[in-house]
């Protein structure tokens, strides 16, 4: 009698059969189910009837990600994969000690320990809702890249895929220096590997860096400070990538990949149920009645303007060019992740100019293009009185102009956002990479948060899907979004695990307008759920950066809420209009007539060269942060890193006060009115009558203590 293991994963099907000793007798080929895994299983268990006799097969039992779902729509035992993991991998490998396993959309480490003979899960570790170190990951970097590998639009069949990774796999195995790429998420990883492309990084190296940078991850984000104790092997669908082992190998020369690696959850959950005696043979005719029964989606309402009124045009009333004297004018530039952008006001606050694109990895070599285009445009008739810069590039950037004002990105788009409606009290703003939520109270920001290391949601999170999917992201967009009238109700997810839901909808049937309505849905819901949180929505909601400008996620806003959003005009360069009034009012507060900003034309004419390398200031720092070492003509500016390292020390002239100190001393003088310090007594303090209390010098108290002291004392 036979047992028949079947792992259904996120991505792929495994299935092994084993005999009454537990030995393998057969193992069927790893296989894509791209979401139609009931039909794929029930093609699975009809191929091991056919092969070795249903009469002879004791039990089929299930587990993987999809797992539970058939085993509740068959009648078929199922069991979690964190168990049978380990189950097949001390089969495979006795005395295992680390399990490092990496599949379609999970990565995992397993830590075993052995009492009595038997095994014990010392500690389990697990990705959260984010694709990076996953097998979809990688999948979707092949995809990428493929272009630049065939030259040729790429299809999504089976044969098609697996030819890809296999290139892509064999062409990064020739790399002898890979670059330096960030894993941490999907779409920043894409701006990485599109900015060393735009430098002439060789595609092999570019993948290879990829296949490095993943195995980075996983040991900082997963394995962090864990000890790993040998032996170590590597399971799951991604240990098929050679070069993903290669990587690995870098860090663990020793690490094991058993020959089984795709099906070691299937072997763990036939061993399980062979030691509980578990028995099952599910009919054929069954599986076919539920196989047809019809696939139902999950819907959301049709998608309607109601409430908003919705300002599409971009474009400025033309300025008279003809000015004598010239007028005053102020700069902001907002440097975001994936786009640039200025704004050019008057001293009345009017945008008189203003330009967008695309930052393309290249923050100053983008600013030098932006200013000679203002130049032309100005050309004597205006005379800029004061330069600021925002953004996630406004450092570099402003140490690149030697900028008025350096404003962060929360206080410029709340500047910017009041000055167009003075009574709004929240602020939505979602970019390229980043999304903020902005509380405003009597016109000042009271509260503020953003997204964490996860793109999902975000403009390039939009841009990457209506790529896949073929669709031009301005206009026809919208159009299609709108058109639907039974949006699919899609969960908010990581980039690389909502392509695949779109996938699997598709293929089940699904309407292109229908999920692109959806997909709509999804981004609001994201946001709300995972920028806003349980923060306060306020009355007066105005919407800001690229995605405004899409009906569709307006609608979808104005949907979920169920009130009306505010879209002002200009609203892609709010974060630079704003910046542009915060120094305008810092001028005129100081009385100060001219920019310290350099010229335009010297700026535009400045040599700029710059080379990257991986930050190893700490060594136990697993970050691999990328610095870009700037050369502005004759000076060096070193940038990047999460930690603020170079930022900080990119501070000029002598320290002449320690405000630290400053603030300890203030801290101290009110406290000492009405506390005794433990350290200064010669003996306890005892007052009749009274209580002591004691409040440890701990890291609240050094935020609070002066208000406890006087709490208690009063």
């Known amino acids: 009698m036979f047992d028949v293991g079947i792992d259904v994963g996120s991505v792929s099907i495994n299935c092994v059969v084993i005999d ?19 039909e794929e299983v029930q093609k699975t268990i009809a191929k091991v009837y056919e092969d070795f006799s249903k009469d002879k097969i004791k039990s089929v039992s299930i587990t993987g990600n999809h797992g539970k779902v058939i085993s509740e729509k068959l009648g078929i035992p199922y069991e979690f994969d964190s168990i049978t993991q380990v189950v097949g991998a001390c089969r495979l490998v006795p005395g295992v000690r680390t399990i490092i396993s990496m599949g379609g959309q999970d990565a995992c480490l397993f830590r075993i320990a052995y009492h009595d003979g038997d095994w014990e899960l010392e500690s389990f570790t697990m990705n959260g809702p984010c694709a990076a170190g996953t097998g979809s990951f990688i999948d979707q970097q092949a995809e990428r890249l493929s272009s630049s590998i065939y030259g040729e639009e790429i299809d999504f069949s089976y044969d098609h895929i697996e030819k890809t990774l296999k290139d892509f796999i064999e062409l990064g195995m020739k790399s002898k220096d890979p670059a330096p790429v960030a894993c941490r998420c999907t779409v920043f990883t894409k701006s990485d590997m599109i900015h060393l492309q735009n430098k ?19 040991i900082s984000t997963i394995v962090s400070n864990q000890k790993l104790e040998k032996p170590i092997i590597f399971i799951g669908g991604v240990a098929s990538n050679a070069l993903q082992v290669r990587a690995f190998r870098h860090y663990y020369p020793e690490l094991i990949v058993p020959e089984q690696h795709t099906s070691v959850s299937a072997l ?32 959301a309402p049709a998608l309607r303007l109601e409430k908003t009124k919705f300002t599409p045009s971009k474009e400025l009333t033309p300025v008279k060019k003809a000015y004598d004297p010239p007028i005053t004018a102020y700069l902001g530039i907002d440097i975001g992740s994936t786009t640039t952008k200025y704004a050019l006001i008057d001293d009345h606050g009017k945008i008189i100019h203003k330009q967008y694109v695309q930052t393309q990895g290249k923050p100053i070599e983008v600013t030098q293009r932006l200013l000679r285009v203002l130049n032309e445009e100005i050309d004597g008739w205006v005379n800029i009185r004061g330069v600021a810069t925002t953004g996630s590039g406004r450092n570099v950037v402003g140490d690149f102009v030697n900028a008025d004002l350096i404003i962060d990105e929360i206080t410029a788009h709340a500047r910017g956002a009041v000055e167009m409606d003075p009574t709004v009290d929240t602020v939505f703003e979602i970019g390229g990479q980043d999304s903020k939520y902005i509380r405003i109270l009597n016109t000042y920001p009271f509260d503020f948060d953003m997204n964490k290391v996860c793109a999902a949601g975000t403009g390039s999170f939009l841009h990457e899907l209506a790529n896949k999917l073929k669709i031009n992201i301005v206009g026809e967009f919208q159009e299609i979004a709108l058109s639907s009238k039974n949006p699919i109700s899609l969960a908010e997810r990581c980039t690389v695990f909502m392509e695949s839901d779109l996938v699997s909808y598709a293929q089940k049937g699904a309407q292109i307008n229908d999920l692109i309505a959806g997909l709509c849905y999804a981004i609001v819901h994201n946001y709300l759920n995972r920028v806003v949180g349980k923060r306060k929505i306020g009355q007066k909601i105005m919407f800001l950066g690229g995605p405004s400008l899409n009906k569709g996620i307006v609608a979808a806003f104005e949907k979920v809420l169920n009130r009306e959003l505010i879209v002002p005009p200009n609203r892609e360069v709010m974060g630079a209009f704003g910046a542009a009034l915060a ?22 004419n400045m040599k700029v060269s710059y080379t990257e390398k991986i930050c190893r200031a700490d060594p136990r720092c697993h970050n691999e942060c990328k610095l870009k070492i700037y050369r502005f003509g004759d000076r060096k500016s070193i940038w990047g890193g999460d930690c603020g390292r170079y930022e ?38 005892r007052k009749p009558d009274k209580y002591t209390i004691g409040i440890p010098l701990a890291l609240p108290f050094w935020e609070w203590g002066v208000l406890w002291a006087n709490f208690f004392a009063e």
Not at 26 to 32: A, F, G, Q
Not at 651 to 679: C, D, H, M, W
């Open 20 to 38: 009454e000793s537990g030995k393998i007798v057969k193992e069927y080929p790893y296989l894509r189910h791209f979401g139609r895994f009931l």
């Open 200 to 218: 002439g990084e060789s595609l092999e190296n570019i993948i290879a860096g990829l296949h490095y940078g993943n195995a980075a991850n996983y």
């Open 268 to 299: 763990g959950v036939a061993l399980h149920a062979q030691k509980n005696g578990w028995e099952c043979r599910p009919s054929l005719e069954k599986m076919a009645e539920v196989g047809e029964s019809a696939e139902e989606f999950p819907r």
């Open 583 to 604: 120094v305008r009012e810092k001028q005129h507060q100081a009385g100060i007539l001219e920019s310290k900003s350099h010229s335009l034309e010297k700026l535009i």
């Open 648 to 685: 900080m020390a990119q501070a000029t002239g002598p320290i002449t006060k320690n405000f630290f100190k400053v603030r300890e001393e203030i801290f101290e003088e009110y406290l000492l009115e009405k506390a005794e310090q433990l350290s200064d007594l010669a003996e306890p303090l």
